[in-house]
């Protein structure tokens, strides 16, 4: 759960699972920050499709590894949600122990992101967030059939 930066209420950003269907709990005044599909480009990478050398590359690979997609289409309770196409700035990241690039704890990469995304206020109750995603994608995994499903249950 992240702060937003303004406000200071919480904000909920789920990502896709690795499997169909998720729950998880948040807090009352709680906004939904709902990614329907990014994709991320880097100067770690190691070769195609991820790899860009530099700010520039990277915002190219990132746009290029998307183009295939169509908008994902996401509900919130029912109801189609309007998704924004987005990019982000440049980044730089220190990484972790045991990062997904097997890089050397500490080493700092640069990279920029490309997606669709929505924003949504939480409510108290039960809601239920569907992304389906379709068309060609650049690497394994990509879209699936089956639409993912997060079940959000906000406070009173």
Aim: aromatic letters at 6%; glycine letters at 10%; one cysteine or more.
């Amino acid at each position: 759960m992240l702060a937003d930066p303004n406000s200071g209420h919480p904000v909920l950003a789920p990502f896709a699972p690795s499997t169909t269907t998720t729950e998880c709990t948040a807090p009352r005044g709680t906004a939904l920050f709902i990614t329907g599909w990014s994709s991320e480009c880097s100067d770690v990478e190691v070769g195609t499709p991820f790899f860009g050398e530099d700010e520039a590359g990277q915002r190219t690979c990132a746009r290029t590894a998307d183009a295939g997609l169509e908008v994902p289409v996401v509900t919130f309770d029912g109801r189609r949600v309007q998704m924004h196409e987005v990019e982000t700035g440049p980044m730089e990241v220190e990484l972790p122990a045991d990062n997904v690039f097997g890089a050397d704890p500490g080493t700092s990469i640069h990279s920029v992101a490309h997606g669709w995304v929505a924003l949504v206020q939480l409510t108290p109750g039960d809601h239920v967030v569907q992304i389906q995603n379709a068309g060609t994608y650049v690497a394994t995994p990509g879209p699936s059939d089956e639409p993912i499903t997060t079940i959000i249950k906000a406070s009173r």
